[in-house]
């Protein structure tokens, strides 16, 4: 489930637990995380996005 408004990537899927687990798992080692966005493409985890189904 994503979010109704527009929020930051790394808070669109905040309700899936299995994305807050890999992004918890992948922040204590990686320099520059990305996520992989089936509209937007590749975006950093603070970049804005518009949600969308």
Do not use: C, N
Not at 15 to 41: C, M, N, T, W
Request: aromatic share 12%; net charge negative; proline share 9%.
């Amino acid at each position: 489930m994503k979010t109704s408004y527009p929020a930051p990537a790394k808070e669109l899927d905040s309700v899936s637990p299995l994305f807050r687990k890999a992004l918890a798992y992948v922040q204590h080692d990686a320099e520059d995380i990305y996520v992989l966005s089936a509209k937007y493409g590749l975006v950093t985890l603070d970049q804005p996005l518009e949600p969308y189904e």
